[in-house]
């Protein structure tokens, strides 16, 4: 299928689906349980997973592309769904035969959810240095201990990627491990829901992980190349994903802004706010910054997507620099539709809150700038 196919469907889905649960999703904190289960039915939960397994063998430009759709009608779908793609992503970069079968097929075919859970209480932001400790049972079994925080999709997916400490208690703090989780793991128990301000259907919570037996062949790659997932799979698909998400929350509040411009109308003038110079001005600076920041999400993930080296500094900039463009763009759209746009439960309502995220999700904004400038000057890009 090509891409513009695939878009089409979200395109549709996002408007049926997504719109009618859209309010349930944000004033209930209803998990998107009907948004997810036709995603995954129109055979879109693959789209990264490769065409030999049954997916569509897409990369970082459509994850962008898909969550940007989605975004732009519901903040907590795009997240949701994009998690999942990032998950399968992770477990598709150096899977085996067996990971192929019991996680990434049932992936392409609808029938499995994934999700990140990489955050912990103890490091936060800085979700590249886990604590949780995952230690050798015996040839064939692990042992895993500890808490992560945050994970959306929360105890509706089917399985976590899961980041732990070093195997080795000697071992580097960024030679941690990684690996699938599955969720009917005897054991694996879940915090309260976390309730946002925004993105309240995401289903965040707190996985703990006492004493789970998990089996040694659902570990991701070889223990010690973590830093290359966080590098080459973690990071450029999750700052994809996420990126597309407030892209789309952003077009949302300047579409919001554009038609009530256009449409309101003064009974002393008869002119519309769209006849007024300053706010033709304001709508103006609003669209140029909301399409150098697509432009360069676009250019990040197109060149990503051909494995160019260059590609790592637009990826990084661009989560950081949607972060700014979605909260301001909001903010400015709230401002030109008046008292209406600042209503309790108005569209703009869920517009600001699901847009505060942008910034506190990890990587967060001032962690991926230092990142970027580390990398300009030549210096690791991983604090001490
Ligand atoms: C809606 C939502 C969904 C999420 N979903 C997931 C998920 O699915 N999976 C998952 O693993 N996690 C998830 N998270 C967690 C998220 O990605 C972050 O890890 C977490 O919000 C940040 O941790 P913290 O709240 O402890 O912040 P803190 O670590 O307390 O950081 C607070 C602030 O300090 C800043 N800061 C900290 N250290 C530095 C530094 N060295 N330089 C500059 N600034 C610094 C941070 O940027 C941040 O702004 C989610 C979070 C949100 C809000």
Known sequence: MHLQDILSDIEHIAKTTVSKEATAIDQEGKWPENSIRELQQAGLGGLVVSKELGGHGFGLHAIARACEILGQVSGSVALCYGMHCVGSAVIGAKATDEQKED?????????????????????????YYPQAQLLPLSEDQFILNGTKSFVTNGNHADSYVVTTAGVDPEAARDEFSCLVLRNDTPGIAWGPEWKGL????????????????????????????????????????????????????????????????????????????????????????????????????????????KEESTAILPILSSKAEIGYTCVDVVNEAMTLMGGIGYSQHSRMDVLLRDARAAHVMAPTTDILYTWLGRALLEQPILDS
């Open 103 to 127: 996680f990434l097929k049932p992936i392409a075919q609808g029938k499995h959810l994934t999700t990140l859970a990489l955050s912990e209480p103890g490091t936060g932001a800085h979700f």
């Open 198 to 305: 925004g993105m309240r259907g995401n289903s965040s919570r707190s996985l703990l992980m006492k004493d789970l037996l998990v089996p040694s062949h659902h570990l991701l790659g070889d223990i010690g190349d973590q830093l290359w997932y966080i590098f080459h799979v973690v990071a450029p698909y999750f700052l994809t994903a996420m990126s597309g998400t407030y892209l789309g929350i952003a077009q949302a509040a300047f579409n919001e802004a554009r038609t009530h411009l256009i449409e309101r109308s003064y009974r002393h003038s008869g002119t519309t706010l769209s006849q007024n110079t300053i706010l033709q001005h304001r709508i103006g600076t609003l669209w140029s910054k909301l399409e150098r920041t697509r432009q360069l999400l676009y250019h990040a993930t197109l060149e990503g997507d």
